[in-house]
Structures are given as structure tokens and as C-alpha cells.
């Protein structure tokens, strides 16, 4: 009769055989994806600066794939329209969220109620993107300093708007911080998405906003914006007369955004290993950096799944403070 001992091993080995057999399937499927069309679903409107990575992302996908790769814009209640289809799509990988910060680690303190938990029900593929946004002004603004734009809404509290992406966005979170910091108040005016916030501003029906360099940096060179602050710890090389928001005076109020890449909760970890490792091939790759991140001022980043999980972790933490201190109500 075999010991306590054999029978114990004896069940442990049967115990470690079925959990090795129930991973087969998932590094099968992670080996055989994709053999089938992929959607990339961005919670924004066509022509902001998340699209705008979401579409060269996809084609270089597709490439490496030999299968469509294709970029669906589901915009509408505060990303939550997008967010949902992804977290209810089969967690099979067909089926990924390209979003921005405001989706993960604001909605969650500026919403009382909602349908969509991201920290439940999406899980983190990879960081892509250290984002810096430019406060813009249209030029009949006379404020050449950001200094400047706060005295002058101050001298008339509420004449100036800003055009924002909604509650919990990054123009939103600068300007309400900025209220809270030096009582300047300047009107939100929200818009469905960066593009027509930066339309209005241009068309001068707001008189500021924020924008990254890839979605302003041509109407700033043109004459039809002028660029006050950029939110980064350097100046950016393309504007390098445009001063960081410390250098600025206001060190506090940086909204610090980027993009992400997001799946179903339930993916298996070895299908969301594997996107994660072919986005880095692709960033890694100077033809699809030099135009599409460097060039446009973005900070690539393509971490790990599990370096973006802490990374959240962390600036969910961030965003309470900042959403807190600006006096920023759930609705």
C-alpha cells in the first residue's frame, strides 16, 4: 500500500498534469492568433491624436499578422459606449480597446454610477504612449504667457472658455486645477473628442484648450494657435520655445495623460503576452516611431502587461487627488 507520502505527490502530480493541460489550449490560441479579423475599437471621434496612433498601429498589425486589422470609433458617454463593447466582446483577443487615461483613471471618480468598471473589466495590455499636451490659444487671445491667460481671466472672471473632451479630460482637470490654484475661472465648453475641441478654439467659439503637438503643432506654425505650456518635464524639440507648464509657474496642475491598449478581463495571459510583445516589435521599430511618436511629441513606452497594471494602480491614485483638489463633483 503506497505511503501517505506517494499518495500525497501522487495527487499534487495529477494537480500540476491538469492545470498543464488546461494551459494548453490558451498557448495554443495564443500561437495560432490571429487567423481571423481583429478590431481595434478607439472610444473617440476620427481625426484626434488617440486615432490618430490607433490607425498606423492597426496597418503595421495587420502586417505582422497577415490578417485585417481594422479601427472602429465608437464615441459617446465619456468613452463608456466604446468601453463597454470591449469589456462584453469575447475575451478572445479579436476585440481591443485604444483609449486614453480619462477612460481608466478618471471616469471611476467622476461618475457615481456607471455600467463600466475598467479596473474590473478591461484588462491592461501595454502603456503606449507618454502623452504631452499643449495649452493652445486662439490668437485674438492677448495672453502670451500662461501667466498672462490667468490675470486676464481673472480681470474678467467667466469671459474666456475652454474647450474640453468632457468631465474628467485633460483640458478639464488643467483649468479646474487652475481655478482651484489661482481663482481664474474660465468656462468649459465640452466637445465629443480633441478634434472639435481644437476646431473651436481655432474658429475662436472657445478661446483655449489642450492639444498634443501632432494635433496642433501645424495650426501653431500656420498663425491659427498659439502654444502657452506644454505639459512635460523638457521642452519638446519641435517647439522648443514653448516652456513647460513648471517652467510656467504652475508645476501642480499637469493632468499627465497617455494612451493604453486594453482587452476583454478575462483574455488569457498568454494571448495578451502576445499582442503586447507585437506592439513592442512595432514601436521598437524606428520607421513607425520616427513619424508616428517622435514626430508628433509622444514618448513611446510598449510595457508590459504587468508594468501597465501597477502603472495604473498608480495614477488612479494620482487622479483622485487631482479630481479632489480640483473640486471636481461625480455626477
Known sequence: ??????????????????????????????????????????????????????????????????????????????????????????????????????????????????????????????????????????????????????????????????????????PHLLFEMLRAETGAQIMQVPYRGIAPAITATVAGDVQVTLGGPQTTGALIEAGRLKALAIGRQERITTFPDVPTLAEAGFPDIDPRSWFGLFAPNDTPAALVDKIQRDVATIFADPEFSKPFIERVGYTGVASSPAAFHDFIMDDLEYKKRLISTAGIKPE
Open 1 to 170: 500500500m503506497p505511503s501517505k507520502v506517494a499518495v500525497s505527490t501522487m495527487k499534487a502530480f495529477r494537480s500540476l498534469c491538469i492545470l498543464l493541460l488546461a494551459a494548453l489550449p490558451f498557448a495554443a490560441n495564443a500561437q495560432d492568433f490571429p487567423n481571423r479579423l481583429v478590431r481595434i475599437v478607439v472610444p473617440y471621434p476620427p481625426g484626434g491624436g488617440v486615432d490618430g496612433l490607433a490607425r498606423p498601429l492597426a496597418d503595421r498589425l495587420s502586417r505582422i499578422w497577415q490578417q485585417p486589422v481594422i479601427v472602429e470609433n465608437k464615441q459617446g458617454a465619456a468613452t463608456t459606449i466604446g468601453g463597454e463593447f470591449v469589456a462584453r466582446a469575447p475575451a478572445d483577443g479579436y476585440t481591443l480597446l485604444l483609449t486614453s487615461d480619462s477612460s481608466i483613471t478618471s471616469n471611476p471618480f467622476l461618475f457615481k454610477e456607471s455600467s463600466l468598471d475598467p479596473i474590473r473589466d478591461l484588462k491592461p495590455v501595454t502603456q503606449l504612449i507618454d502623452l504631452h499636451q499643449m495649452v493652445v490659444v486662439n490668437p485674438s487671445v492677448t495672453a502670451d504667457t500662461l501667466k498672462e491667460l490667468v490675470a486676464l481671466a481673472k480681470r474678467n472672471p467667466n469671459a474666456l472658455n475652454y474647450g474640453s473632451y468632457g468631465n474628467g479630460s485633460q
